[in-house]
């Protein structure tokens, strides 16, 4: 995509690993996706998204799939996010992980916008 990038800081702690994706969306299509370098297992507990500026389109899209494409978020940020305040989603509203690399996708944010998602694993 032109224009677009995903640029990923991978933290791995004993007990916690913290990934940050920082975004831009691609200047035509609005959407951007990014792989990890690492392969991950665990537990997501916790899901942050920070629009940037310019703010992406509100109620933007973001899943997070495994090798098998199975969103693990079960489509709790699917046409919610929104385009000024920072947002939380809840260990319990999202599934986890087993021995994959993770694609980061971002749709319907509009073009070349901006924001960063963080994603934290147990």
Do not use: C, H
Not at 13 to 20: N, Q, R
Request: glycine share 10%; aromatic share 10%; hydrophobic share 40%.
């Amino acid at each position: 995509m032109a224009g677009s990038s995903m640029i990923f800081t991978e933290i791995t702690f004993p007990t916690v690993k913290k990934i940050k994706a920082v975004w831009t969306s691609d200047d035509t299509t609005g959407d951007v996706f990014g792989m990890t370098t690492q392969v991950y297992s665990g537990r997501f507990f916790g899901l942050i998204t920070d629009p940037g500026a310019p703010a992406p389109s509100d109620n933007y899209t973001i899943t997070i799939t495994d090798d098998d494409g199975v969103d693990l978020l079960l489509g709790s940020a699917s046409g919610n996010r929104d385009a000024a305040d920072t947002q939380f989603i809840k260990e319990g509203d999202m599934a986890g992980v087993a021995v994959s690399q993770l694609t980061f996708n971002v749709s319907s944010a509009g073009n070349s916008k901006t924001g960063t998602i963080y994603l934290l694993i147990r």
